[in-house]
């Protein structure tokens, strides 16, 4: 008894007494640490620290302050910026289609691009001092939006010179005179900016590009000058083959030192001008048949002066920070604004279509086995703009949240993916045949290439999400490793002493609050004031959540250290889960910002359980792959001590959200909301959307034709091929008979008419010959 309590004592002791404690413990710990901390690169350590944490820290914290998220000020356009919404953006949707853009014009056609330069839709993010539009983040990204309901190849051509690219890194880096010079420039369209990074050798590993540039004496404008021969082979790039300004990264080196003493100065961006000699551009990649321009480019020793680094020479060697600090804005907002559009549209249009169109006569749409699809699509869209929305709202607050925008950039197009191919399922045939008539097959073939620019989806989903989030994100793991690499050895120490041991506190605190909630069925977890009574229970679960992935992810890099980073399939998983707690936060804060909308609140549940639901299996992956099956074990006994708490979303909630798809209501406009969305007969989708309302305006006029053909007091009527029209009989004999009003008769009519013309696909002569079709060859051939 007594050597147990000296021994007690002793512990106590080397615990608390922090001198004692860093001798003894925290010396042998930190020696160990520093030899397994991983190696990281200058390029590695820049993308790292790059940006800012936000309200994914606090998921990572294991205790969120809903308070604070429903803090945060929901984004709203201004009158200037609503107004560019309904007039410039309706004007410029009104001037493009899809269809022409793709087969005719292969581009915007020139009358659009010059509106795009005109209306200043190149400079959204230039402020108005050098002629730009300086709009809101949340404004830029509902322009993107708008036109990515109806026209991808303009949304694509507005979205990247107002992505990271040059106007973006001169705003930010550039001297006075770049500014005074090109931004003006570029706000009015009369520079057209890409920019270069991507090389054949060097994509997704963009650091290691071998394009190089050599710092050498030249001449220039006749006088000999310090400036850099560069040579550079990139791919991909987009409106590279149209662009007079390309901002271009290559990896600058200095053999003369003329410069200074180091001669790999690192990453470099600079400004070329396109006509500049040596500078090979114009030709075009054909991605998917997306005709946005994209293509090669190259130059072999291109003699260019220091003055066209972005920020001049002192700027040198730092574009690898350059891009990689920027890099946040442009991800929050293109894709993901892009892609929650093409959405928008996929939901709206085939969720119409699905009550226009009718087989066994019954509209396709009340099917369970369509209903399914048409739930995922609703649940899926309403939680993709809350994501949009608070991203974009984060942006404005001057935020840069490098993990918060992956987690948009990735699971924004993976969810439009996925609506994308249930909206193809649901419309069949009429999906699948291109034409003018077509509203969705284009968005099909070109969802990959949201999935592959801006950080491809697997590397970002394998490797970014987790990997940044845990070293950004995490209270301690930061400080442990800056501790590691501190000069100074005895601060290094102290640093890392005080880190890990508040580190080891969190652990256990979390481990208690993850196995207490799963215990009690987190019912007694914290919510905020004020909020929706029907909302309430999910604060609690989502706290239960976050509790677990901050031990789960504690223990994670315990157990694996730097192996962490090779296991790429349970960083996913753990990425997934981070990335299910922010697209749930965003969801219940739309649900509150909005107003508590009780007919949405089928559209918030269903999107919430389903990604409760999808956040267990995460867990679940993460832990029965567990290299330890003993930890494993413990794990699974703290997370989840009484079983598998949660379910898909139930069958009947699913037919809730199914029903609000396929007929007109305030919901479905809030679902869709910011849609480029004509009243017009000749637009693909505008005549679905007239279809639909004219359909249910026919439906209880069908009904009573149905209760006449019964009684026999009307003759039984069929849709016949060409030719054959006995329903104008029968209508006739309806009215004949006093069973239906002329107005009626109209009205079945026009239903007829505009649901011929709904589903109606095209065709082209067997040739696909240009001078029938209209399309410019070599697009418009079959082989
Ligand atoms: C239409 C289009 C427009 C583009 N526009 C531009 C532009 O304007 N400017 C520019 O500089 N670039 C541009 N890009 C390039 C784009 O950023 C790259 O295509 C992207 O970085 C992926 O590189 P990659 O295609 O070479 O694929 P790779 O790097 O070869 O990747 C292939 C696959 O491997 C995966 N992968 C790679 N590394 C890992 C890893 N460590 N763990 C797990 N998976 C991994 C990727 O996720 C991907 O699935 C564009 C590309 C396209 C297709």
Known sequence: MTWFLVLLVAIAAVLLVPPLRRALLTTPIFAIYKKLLPAMSQTEKEALEAGTVWWEGELFSGKPDWQKLLGYPHPELSTTEQSFLDHECEALCAMVSDWD??????????????????KGFLGMIIPRRYGGLEFSAY?????????????????VSVMVPNSLGPAELLLHYGTDEQKNHYLPRLAKGLEIPAFALTNPHAGS???????????????????????????????????????????????????????????DIGITCALVPSDHPGVNIGRRHFPLNAVFQNGPNSGTDVFMPLDWIIGGPARAGQGWRMLMECLAAGRSISLPSSNTGMSKLAVRATGAYARVRRQFKTAIGKFEGIEEPLARMGGYTYMMDAARTM?????????????????????VTERTRQVVNDAMDILGGKGICLGPNNFMGRAYQQVPI????????????????????????????????????????????????????????????????????????????????DVAPETRRYYQQLTRFSAAFAFLADVSMFVMGGDLKRKEKLSARLGDILSLLYLCSATLKRYEAEGRQAEDAPLMHWAIWDAMFKMQNAFEGVMSNYPNRFIAAVLHWKIFPLGRPYVVPSDSLGHEVALKLIEPSATRDRLTAGMYLPRDEKDSVGVIELALEATLAAEPIDAKLRAAEKAGIVMRSEIHPVGADDTATQLLHAQEAGILSSEEVALVIRRNHLRDKAIAVDDFPPDFSVEATGMVAPLCTTA
């Open 101 to 118: 853009t793709t087969q005719i014009h292969h581009d915007l056609s020139p009358k659009a691009w010059a509106y795009v330069k005109e």
């Open 139 to 155: 404004a830029h990204s509902s322009v993107i939006q708008k036109l990515s309901t109806h026209c991808p190849v303009a949304a």
């Open 205 to 263: 590993d963009a650091a290691s590009i071998p394009d190089i540039g050599i710092v050498c004496r030249g001449l220039w404008q006749d006088k000999e000058v310090i400036g850099m021969r560069v040579t550079w082979d990139k791919r991909y790039i987009t409106l590279g083959p149209i662009c007079t300004l390309l901002g271009l990264a290559f990896r600058l080196h200095d053999p003369d030192h003329l410069l200074g003493d180091v001669t």
């Open 391 to 411: 991203t974009a709202g984060a942006i404005d607050l001057g935020e840069k949240p490098s993990v918060a925008s992956a987690i948009v950039k990735y699971h």
């Open 450 to 529: 949201a999935i592959t620019v801006e950080g491809a989806n697997i590397l970002t989903r394998s490797l970014i999400i987790f990997g940044q989030g845990a070293i950004r994100c995490h209270p301690y793991v930061l400080k442990e490793m800056e501790a590691a690499r501190e000069p100074d050895a005895a601060k290094g120490l102290r640093d890392f002493d005080k880190a890990l041991f508040r580190h080891l506190g969190f652990i256990w605190t979390r481990a208690f609050r993850a196995w207490s909630m799963g215990i009690t069925g987190s019912h007694f977890g914290p919510v905020p004031a």
